[in-house]
């Protein structure tokens, strides 16, 4: 006669209680109220150590939510709010990183310049003052000049704008280039006629 024994444990000891993610797991799937059970799994998710701990508990319990394990954690991920959920092991798994880089900020554009009379003035691109690279446009211009029309067009250019220094609006501006269009005549070795009286 074949006596079947049964495989409980011996008299006396007890079978360990689940702890931490398996045992937040297991009582969730016990809970009466939606609301607890919601709040139990959101714990889990951040207790249990990798997507697929949280996964391989959950699958425990068929029924304990409405679909399977893979979905409830893209759905619960991509809706809960609280950081520390979202940012957990396996919450971190099923949220895809923005794919747009965070904007990085441009340094401001400054040109400091020279001004006829010696000071040093900061000129900024604006509505009035377009910029070549980095380079108010005016200056590249006198560049330019040099290149194309030699000492004749830089000297024409110098005069142009120091003949708009007492304008209220452009005065430092026109000054600076007057003075760069004269540092730009010094360096192609022209004779440099002095700046017309006014």
């Known amino acids: ?15 360990a209680a689940p702890t931490g993610c398996a045992a937040t797991v297991a009582e969730a ?17 951040v207790t249990c150590r990798s997507y697929q701990a ?26 809960v709010t609280d950081e520390l959920i979202r940012i957990s092991p396996t919450c971190a798994t099923v949220i895809a990183p ?3 880089p965070p904007p990085t900020t441009l340094p401001e554009l400054v040109f ?6 010696g000071r040093q003035v900061e000129i900024r691109p604006s509505s009035r003052i377009q910029f070549s690279g980095d380079v108010p446009a005016v200056v590249q211009q006198t560049v ?33 280039y007057a003075q760069h269009a004269q540092n730009v005549a010094v360096y192609i070795q022209c004779d440099v006629p002095p700046l017309p009286a006014g």
């Open 1 to 15: 006669m074949v006596v079947l024994v049964a495989c409980d444990p011996p008299s006396g000891e007890q079978q």
């Open 29 to 45: 799937s016990k809970a009466s109220e939606v609301d607890r059970q919601i709040d139990l799994l959101d714990t889990a998710l």
């Open 54 to 79: 949280f996964t391989s508990e959950l699958a425990r319990y068929p029924g304990i939510i409405g679909y399977d394990s893979a979905t409830f954690v893209a759905l619960r991920c991509a809706r």
């Open 98 to 100: 923005p794919t747009t």
């Open 112 to 117: 400091v310049g020279d001004t006829l009379d």
């Open 144 to 176: 330019d000049i040099a290149l194309e029309s030699g000492c004749e067009g830089v000297i024409e250019q110098r005069d142009l704008w120091a003949g708009r220094v007492a304008d209220p609006l452009l005065g430092d501006e026109a000054s600076v």
